[in-house]
């Protein structure tokens, strides 16, 4: 027997519609269900059953058999069609087999004979509202479940998008480092970045390759962060070995971006950007359809940009100029039909004419200057001062030289030694940088000196004839102003040529 208050317990929340044409059964049976459930509403036939559940909501519907108007398997088939899950009890005087038949087909969670005996009511009551409170929790349970789950796709998906955002940070970073030892390779994977871009939206590629492709052009020299300073720096050209070391930044920005999986199609493009057509490229010595197309795009952007962008031992081409290079390396370097759409792509863009691989500020000469210094004095060599003499033939910033000569130096560094002889060269450099502040002074060759000037300014004959390092000594030193507005020095040669050194 089902207890009561624990029936009551279970049925306080639901709703009941009960539909009775007979007013005295309605209003008995009306009594006791109001005693269990939260809210019972009453419908005098089928029809009005019908109606009223249209507009409200019921858990459980009780109903007689024979109504007017609408009968209650009639009404219940309708209710169904509304609500296939509906609860649906019948309370009937009518046992005829077709009724209960009907009423398995229709799906009626009960039927009870009248006269109603009350215990089996509460038995039929408790198995349906059992049956929907279970309904309910697991329903509640998959709507929790499904924020849950939300919930937890947003946070997979927020972390995923952190984890991005931090691998993009740090390797951003890193090129940032590449950017400070290295100005020019900076800019050079900005410009390389873009071109890409140019030439992959010339060549019909979709948005997402050309995404892919500028990502890939930001990134394309990470490897160089693993590169010597002393050959990521060096102005001049590479020797042997030192061209093998650098062409290992291909495999090392690989190796470090495969490792992160949102990465991985970008590493695979970089590994690839200094291939060639003809398979002599680095470094796997890929040729023609071996090389990814997105590579392919990448190998000509990189390419047009060192051609367009000065450097320290190669005057920068102009765009029709690089372009026409491109052209003719077809099938060599390039691809051809990459290098036939680069004209379209490229040919109206515009070029900063300063870039260069020259230092720009005071930090980045020093750090420049290191590769052009004379060990033995702490002077610029002789490269340096041909770098700057043909830099500055445009510039014009210096305008003024003073070149000095030591004469019997070879002489006494025999009789004394060598290390006698730098020390003299040093307390002479020492003289010179009090000159100005602002003078560069190289050391031309083992016994020549050449000081570069803003300014002219007049240095008296015996400029050196007390200075007491050499007043012991045969040496004696020589020296000649020269103007460079009159004058055009553009190298070594030419300054020795002016002023016979020997």
Not at 386 to 407: G, P, S, V
Request: aromatic letters at 10%; proline letters at 2%.
């Amino acid at each position: 027997m089902i207890d009561v208050k624990k029936l009551k317990v279970l049925t306080k929340k639901f709703n009941v519609l009960y539909v009775e044409d007979e007013e005295q059964m309605r209003e008995s049976l009306m009594a006791y269900l109001v005693k269990i459930f939260k809210n019972v509403k009453t419908a005098k036939d089928g029809q009005e059953g019908l109606e009223l559940y249209r507009h409200e909501k019921f858990d459980i519907v009780i109903t007689d058999i024979q109504m007017p108007n609408l009968n209650g398997i009639e009404m219940a088939k309708k209710i169904k069609e509304l609500n296939h899950k509906q609860e649906i009890m019948i309370v009937s005087a009518y046992t005829e087999i077709n009724y209960f038949i009907e009423s398995i087909k229709i799906g009626i969670s009960g039927y009870i004979i009248k006269p109603v005996d009350f215990s089996q009511m509460n038995e039929e009551i408790y198995k349906i509202v059992y049956k929907l409170k279970k309904f309910n929790e697991n329903k509640l349970y998959g709507l929790h479940l499904e924020e849950l789950i939300e919930e937890r796709t947003k946070e997979k998906e927020s972390l995923q998008a952190q984890i991005i955002e931090n691998h993009q940070q740090t390797l951003f970073a890193l090129v940032g480092m590449i950017e400070k030892r290295d100005s020019y390779t900076g800019g050079h994977s900005q410009r390389v970045a873009k071109y890409s871009m140019l030439i992959a939206k010339e060549l019909g590629c979709a948005y997402e390759e050309c995404e892919k492709l500028y990502q890939a052009g930001i990134l394309h020299d990470i490897g160089k962060i693993s590169t010597p300073d002393s050959i990521l720096l060096k102005p001049g050209k590479l020797s042997d070995i030192e061209y093998k070391l650098i062409q290992e930044h291909v495999e090392s920005g690989y190796d470090m971006l495969k490792k992160i999986y949102m990465y991985k199609e970008l590493a695979k493009i970089i590994r690839c950007h200094h291939e060639r057509y003809d398979g002599t490229g680095y470094p796997k010595g890929l040729k023609g359809d071996e090389i990814p197309f997105l590579s392919r795009i990448m190998m000509v952007a990189d390419a047009f940009d060192a051609m367009t962008t000065n450097r320290i031992y190669k005057k920068r081409k102009s765009i029709d100029e690089a372009l026409k290079e491109i052209k003719e390396l077809s099938k060599i370097q390039f691809h051809p039909e990459i290098a036939d759409v680069s004209f379209e792509a490229l040919n109206k863009i515009s070029i900063e004419k300063n870039i260069s691989q020259l230092p720009k500020n005071e930090l980045e000469k020093e750090r420049f200057s290191y590769f052009y210094k004379d060990q033995t004095v702490n002077t610029y060599n002789k490269s340096y001062f041909e770098l700057i003499l043909n830099k500055d033939c445009q510039e014009k910033k210096y305008k003024y030289l003073k070149a000095f000569y030591f004469h019997g130096l070879t002489k006494f560094n025999e009789k004394y030694s060598w290390n006698e002889g730098d020390e003299i060269l040093a307390k002479f450099v020492s003289i010179l940088e009090k000159i100005s502040s602002k003078a560069l002074i190289f050391r031309v060759h083992g016994e020549a000196f050449a000081v570069l000037l803003e300014e002219n300014i007049q240095l008296k004959d015996d400029f050196f004839k007390d200075i007491d390092f050499l007043k012991n000594s045969d040496i004696r030193i020589s020296k000649k102003n020269i103007n460079l507005l009159e004058k055009k020095i553009c190298s070594f040669e030419d300054l020795e040529k002016c002023i016979h050194f020997y």
